[in-house]
């Protein structure tokens, strides 16, 4: 019998083997195991070969199958190939053809279940719920995401270093139909004038010293893809015309090459610069400009969207829990307040930065005044307004208003009960009560 002669063969090979006697039962025991490979007859009592593969490739469709047949025709072979069958092969069966095709197979769906698994991962990490935001300002930004991104209009994302463009380029790109295809980034700024072109367009050999063999450009690496221009900005005027084409007609020549190459990809573009500026100072064009801006997205500094910094902070204590290994259990209401009130220049990446030096040089059961940096606790933000949540006690909001006024006074105890409007014996109190100056200071 075929089928016990394939069992003993595979078996030797280490795999394990399930046996079915007819297409029907087959197909029973395929929807409720987890199967990797089919190898079926086309003549089989009760549903055959092609039935049982189209049922298959119905349920599962990564699974491969292998079709084998006594009658060996090309029509059979056309009509399981078009169905999805790895391979056709006639009967006898030569067990070192019948091997070598299974390890393909399996080898084939390796490598097509790690692609998804690493789009899965890929997709999660650049989901949604990792762009933090619940100001009206970023709730605003996700909407106009979700709805461009099906879409292949050029984008144009603007926004200080640090606000995470790179960030809201990934999710356009993971949350389009381009998904699957390559997102290929560039940025521009860390590219000299001399090699810039090469770089975006590649290069035929020979071009110039040192093009030793051909190499293509990101163009071409991103083709049915997205392709990322960070710092866009610092493009040279020669190369924006070059640039300005590719968005026109889709094509363009490599450098030292007069083949033309068609390229079908999404443009997404990103500076920290007014470019509107840019065009104005003649250092960059204007119709390629409106190429690019035909979605603009402005990303809010991380001091105009104040409100985001508190479940920014819990995410990266989180993200860092995990990545380290640790067990933080969060921010003391004092300690937010700081955050809060702290110009972030640097934006989300300096706080991100901050939190996880903090926690890698500290490792606080929970995340307080003094773990934080220096210059954050010297609330060089904004040091007259003291921020106090919705729910805090009054005793914390007490302490709070106590510990920033002395803070802002340098400690003179006069000039605090001053401007609390209390007894300056009051002060001492109270000073003594959190447990003296120095840990106030």
Not at 314 to 326: A, L, S, T
């Amino acid at each position: 019998m075929v089928g016990e002669s394939l069992r003993l063969l595979l078996k030797k090979k280490g795999h394990e083997i399930l046996l079915a006697a007819n297409g029907k039962e087959a197909l029973q025991l395929f929807r409720h195991k987890n199967v990797d490979l089919v190898i079926t007859d086309v003549v089989m009592p009760k549903m055959n070969g092609i039935e049982f593969l189209e049922a298959v490739k119905g349920v599962r469709p990564e699974t491969e199958v292998i079709v084998i047949s006594a009658q060996g025709t090309i029509e059979k072979a056309v009509q399981a190939m078009k169905l999805g069958a790895f391979d056709f092969i006639e009967k006898p069966i030569n067990p070192r053809v019948i091997s070598l095709l299974v390890e393909r197979a399996l080898e084939k769906q390796t490598l097509i279940l790690q692609n998804r698994d690493l789009r899965s991962r890929l997709e999660d990490k650049f989901h949604f719920k990792n762009i933090i935001g619940r100001s009206e300002k970023m709730v605003k930004i996700f909407e106009l995401i979700r709805h461009i991104a099906p879409y292949d209009s050029s984008v144009l994302i603007i926004g200080e270093s640090g606000t995470g463009k790179e960030l809201i380029a990934n999710a356009i790109h993971y949350n389009s139909p381009r998904a699957s295809m390559p997102f290929i980034k560039v940025s521009c700024a860390s590219l000299s004038e001399g090699i810039i072109e090469s770089e975006l367009f590649g290069h035929e050999k020979g071009a110039f010293t040192g093009a030793i063999t051909s190499r293509k450009g990101r163009f071409e690496l991103a083709h049915q893809g997205t392709l990322f221009l960070d710092e866009v900005e610092d493009i040279p005027p020669a190369t924006q015309i070059k640039l300005l084409r590719v968005l026109q007609e889709g094509e363009f020549e490599r450098v030292g090459g007069n083949r033309t190459i068609k390229v079908d990809i999404r443009i997404i573009a990103a500076s920290n610069q007014d470019l509107q500026e840019a065009v104005k100072a003649a250092v960059f064009r204007e119709d390629l400009y409106y190429r690019l801006n035909v979605v603009n997205i402005k990303l809010p500094a991380l001091k105009d969207r104040k409100d985001d910094i508190p479940f920014l902070v819990n995410f990266f204590i989180g993200k860092y829990n995990e990545r380290y290994h640790m067990k933080v259990g969060g921010v003391s209401q004092r300690a937010m307040n700081l955050l809060v009130d702290y110009e972030w220049t640097g934006n989300v990446r300096e706080l991100e930065n901050t939190i996880e030096s903090l926690m890698v040089i500290s490792s606080p059961k929970v995340v307080d005044i003094e773990h934080l940096p220096q210059e954050v606790r010297d609330r060089k933000g904004r040091p007259e307004v003291i921020p106090i949540e919705i729910g805090t006690s009054l005793e914390d909001v007490e302490r709070e208003m106590l510990i920033q006024t002395l803070r802002a006074t340098k400690g003179n105890k006069r000039k605090a009960a001053k401007l609390l409007g209390i007894n300056v014996r009051t002060i001492h109190r109270k000073v003594e009560e959190i447990g003296g100056l120095s840990s106030i200071l």
